[in-house]
């Protein structure tokens, strides 16, 4: 890895190289379109820069992590630029205030919103660029500019056969004023978007020269791992300083808030050292947590008062004169994220700059964090955004870089922070667990009237982002069943017409830390929506299909996905003895999403068998549609391991999960066949990095049910929950 | 091919081996009396001489004394298989073999594997990867089930993928790549 590239010397490039430079400005009110000579009152904000050699080269400021975004924004900007791919390189961007994303008004890859947030403003900056250069041509050329068009890098004159290329016009086009709204390309004209074009990243990872955070390497690089605390809240009592100072190759131990860190010039002997540590801890906050204590204080505070978060009509009188009630409990146990690639940091502090290396998801978090655990102003640190072996939401919470920061500070030394698997899954911030209490009525023709929902979940915001905390409401527990007025439109909530609707929380107070794990709570909330859903199908006497369809009577784009995977999976139609099919919909961060599950139960040792997942999706306009097929497909399997498999174990107060022999994963023989429709849509641009995630884990459950008329009402249904429950009934 | 003989004392001179091409035979007349000591690695067609212990497991050998970075450490208990590497044309995981293990044998990463390999070539064509972080030791495993003889078939291969983890869940690509790696190393047998 490069040594960085400071924000002065990222504008100095930028402006050294000459050139047309075209920068977007997110302000609150929107985006205001910058041009060169503005550019040098700002921080780096250029999008894209067009060189004499005439080539285009694109900074991205989203993190990279399989899903796609370097390419796809290359692909936003050079369609609208009318930029020759061939021409085109992909860089990653530095943290700027111009990566800032205008939904969130931070920088940060999540909540599937790297292409719905930068979509339009992408486009008018690629756009600009080209009228731009359109102008320039048309000046040259003494021409009306109507009579000339963009194609491919070039600007070309039909009626005198002339042509200048795009690097042939910049340094003339960079004096010209920004456009503020430059006309767009209509679809017919799209030459990338909607065409699947091969990843930029691609070719890098297969030849195995990908550099991941941990690959970084600098000189006199010293390594750092951390003894950390067996049970939530234990403090160190006593630990052998000395012992592991006399290592050889261990340069300082340094006590830091997250246990005891010990810096060595390998690996290797930071490693022994930390084991001559022989650390004795206190017992911890709470030393008798374990599954059993979690679930049952977790379903103890369903009977607590509880803050109300939706309260339409009247639930309680609706349930209540209801023709039909049901009611049930459900339960979702805490899963680990598991990126591949292990949390670690390389951080170089010295007096005057701070300079930060890492597979992060939040670079202005990272950049603020570092600032206050290096003492330095913002402006001297600088976030060096490497390739993420997996994001899924860990990297959201940049407590890996404060480490990183910290023991640079303290030991004088640029250092990596490495986290081993084990460290990596006991000291995750786990996806939520939720106690669900729902009843709900149906009346005389079985149409559902009301809906009273009970969730009890430690919080996610109060680790990651407090933001999403207000009146006793953590936003992110609530995603799938409700949302906040600022991201109504995200439609991360129930989806369906329910005209006395009562849902309430309660934050559960254990000490076990949560964060965003991929599509956040939707995907725990929908298990439980959509599988109670069925409940409620069958009580009405309705096929599952039909019942959603006729609560779901106005959203038209639920409605489509629905009927679009129930004809692509022959919902209804006879299946293979033995299997059976289950069906659920989900929408979430502005797309709409439904999936079919055909399974098979082993009977005999309680093993699910999927055989074959369909899927559709509208995320309205699609940008590449080969990686965003990826990405269904990928959700769709993390989602199957937490329907199937995964599930955090506590002992003692602390994790008892350690590595993959113990949290288990999906492996190769338990993937489904899985099909991809992406349903044709004009509709606003939707996020797609989550959505594979919230629909199958209740259609595998409701396939269970279909099965073995067995209903499970708590994940995982591994072998030994089914057997129970197969007994049981 | 030559083999190229590089000696350091790793903990002498850093964390890793160093420039490789500068200190080839620099040192080794200092080195000479060392020599018992070092452990000597065959990796990628060069010989390497190492200065660890025997029992380090290879992975981290090869990642921060060798510099060769590109095989990953997930788990380190051999569960995931991102650390796969070549022992003698076999798929072996780095993590749990140490170094004492290998000398004298053939060890292949994936920086070793050819540009222009089937597995390679079917990676890219059927965009496979996505973060890419386990892919290393993915296209290690199958291209290793790829020159078993007598040949496996698609679906041998597929079944003997059970031990690697991919968390981005892109087990479907990595079929699809494996069907599309026998083509193409079917195509070139029948040009050659």
């Not at chain 1, 991205?60 to 930029?83: C, D, F, P, R, W």
């Not at chain 1, 206190?282 to 977790?298: A, F, H, Q, R, T």
Request: charged share 25%.
């Amino acid at each position: 890895m490069k040594t960085s590239m400071t924000r002065r010397a990222f504008l100095k490039g930028s402006l050294a190289a000459a050139g047309l430079t075209i920068g977007v400005s997110v302000t609150p009110f929107g985006h205001r379109l910058l041009n060169a000579s503005e550019i040098d009152s700002f921080s780096p904000n250029a999008w894209f820069k067009i060189t004499p050699d005439n080539k285009v080269a694109i900074f991205v400021g989203n993190s990279e992590m399989g899903q796609g975004v370097l390419t796809a924004h290359s692909m936003i900007i050079a369609e609208e630029l009318e930029a020759d791919w061939s021409r085109v390189t992909v860089k990653q961007g530095p943290a700027a205030d111009p990566f800032k994303n205008p939904i969130a008004g931070a920088q940060f890859t999540a909540a599937s919103a790297s292409v719905r947030g930068f979509y339009e403003p992408l486009r008018k900056a690629g756009a600009a660029g080209r009228a731009m250069l359109i102008k320039t041509a048309a000046e040259t050329w003494k021409v009306p500019e109507d009579e000339c068009k963009a194609i491919m890098s070039t600007v070309k004159h039909a009626k005198s056969g002339r042509t200048l290329t795009y690097g042939q016009l910049c340094l003339k086009a960079a004096k010209l004023e920004v456009p503020k709204d430059p006309p767009l390309k209509k679809e017919e004209e799209f030459r990338y978007l909607g065409k699947p074009m091969p990843r930029v990243d691609v070719p890098k990872k297969v030849a195995g020269k990908a550099v991941y955070g941990i690959d970084v390497t600098l000189k006199d690089l010293h390594y750092a791992v951390i003894a950390r605390p067996p049970a939530y809240g234990a403090k160190p009592l006593s630990f052998d300083q000395k012992g592991a100072e006399q290592v050889s190759g261990v340069h300082k131990v340094v006590q830091i808030p997250e246990g005891i860190a010990v810096c060595a010039k390998t690996l290797d002997a930071a490693l022994e050292g930390r084991d001559a540590l022989k650390v004795s801890w206190d017992k911890g906050v709470l030393p008798d947590m374990n599954n059993d204590y979690i679930e049952k204080s977790m379903n103890e505070d369903l009977n607590k008062p509880m803050v109300s978060v939706v309260n339409t009509g009247d639930a309680k009188k609706a349930i209540s004169e209801a023709a039909k009630k049901v009611e049930a409990n459900y339960f979702v146990p805490f899963v680990a994220h598991t990126t591949m690639e292990p949390m670690n940091c390389t951080a170089s502090v010295t007096d005057d700059r701070c300079d930060v290396w890492a597979p992060n998801q939040a670079q202005t978090g990272t950049q603020n964090l570092a600032s206050k655990a290096s003492g330095l102003p913002k402006e001297k640190v600088n976030v060096n955004t490497t390739f993420l072996g997996c994001g899924l939401g860990r990297r959201v919470k940049p407590d890996f870089v404060v480490e990183a920061v910290t023991i640079s500070k303290a030991v004088g030394k640029p250092v990596k922070v490495m986290w081993t698997r084990e460290e990596d899954i006991k000291y995750d911030y786990f996806r939520a667990a939720g106690s669900h209490r729902i009843e709900a009525g149906l009346d005389a023709q079985g149409k559902l009237i009301g809906w009273s929902h009970k969730l009890v979940s430690p919080s996610i915001a109060i680790w990651t982002n407090p933001m999403q905390l207000k009146d006793g409401i953590d936003w992110f527990c609530m995603w799938g069943l409700a949302d906040r007025q600022e991201s109504y439109g995200w439609n991360n909530r129930i989806q369906y017409e329910i005209p006395n609707l009562s849902i309430e929380f309660l934050m559960s107070s254990l000490p076990i830390p949560c964060g965003p794990w991929r599509s956040v709570q939707n995907g725990p909330n929908a298990f439980v929506i959509e599988s109670f859903i069925d409940e409620l199908a069958r009580a009405a006497g309705k096929d599952p299909l039909e019942f959603r369809l006729q609560s779901l009577k106005n959203n038209m784009r639920a409605r489509r996905v629905l009927e679009t995977v129930a004809e692509k999976s022959g919902w209804g139609k006879t299946i293979s003895k033995g299997e059976a099919r289950g069906i659920a919909q989900h929408a979430c961060f502005g797309t709409w999403t439904a999936q079919v599950a055909e399974i098979s139960v082993n009977k005999k040792d309680g093993t699910i068998k999927v055989h074959r997942v369909v899927a559709a999706v509208d995320c309205g306009p699609v940008v590449n549609p080969d990686p965003l097929v990826a990405q269904i497909e990928g959700g769709i399997i993390m989602s199957l391991g937490t329907a199937l498999k995964e599930e955090v174990n506590f002992a003692n107060g602390g994790v008892k999960s350690a590595n993959f022999d113990t949290y288990k994963l999906m492996r190769m023989s338990e993937v489904p066949e899985i099909e991809v429709h992406i349903v044709k849509s004009t509709e606003k641009i939707g996020g797609i990095g989550e959505l594979g995630v919230p629909a199958v884990t209740p259609a595998v459950a409701n396939a269970f049910f279909n099965a073995t008329g067995v209903r499970i009402r708590r994940i995982p249904l591994t072998p030994n929950v089914v057997m129970d429950a197969l007994k049981k009934a | 091919m030559p083999w190229r003989i590089h000696y350091s004392s790793a903990y002498a001179v850093g964390f890793f081996i160093g420039d490789r091409h500068s200190a080839a035979g620099k040192s080794h007349e200092n080195s000479q009396g060392k020599e018992e000591t070092m452990i000597s690695l065959h990796v990628n067609g060069k010989v390497y001489q190492v200065d660890v212990s025997k029992d380090t497991p290879l992975l981290w050998v090869l990642r921060d004394y060798l510099n060769l970075k590109g095989t990953k450490y997930s788990c380190g208990i051999g569960e995931c298989g991102s650390c796969t590497v070549h022992i003698d044309g076999k798929a072996v995981r780095s993590c749990t073999i140490s170094v004492g293990e290998v000398q004298r044998k053939k060890i292949t990463t994936i920086e070793g594997l050819p540009e222009n390999h089937p597995v390679k070539k079917a990676w890219i064509k059927e965009q496979v990867v996505q973060c890419g972080y386990c892919q290393p030791g993915v296209i290690m495993q199958v291209s290793a089930l790829l020159s078993q003889k007598p040949a496996l078939n698609a679906d041998q291969i597929i079944a003997k993928m059970d031990d690697v983890i991919c968390r981005c869940g892109t087990y479907p690509r990595i079929k699809k790549g494996i069907k599309t790696a026998i083509q193409m190393t079917k195509k070139e047998v029948t040009k050659s």
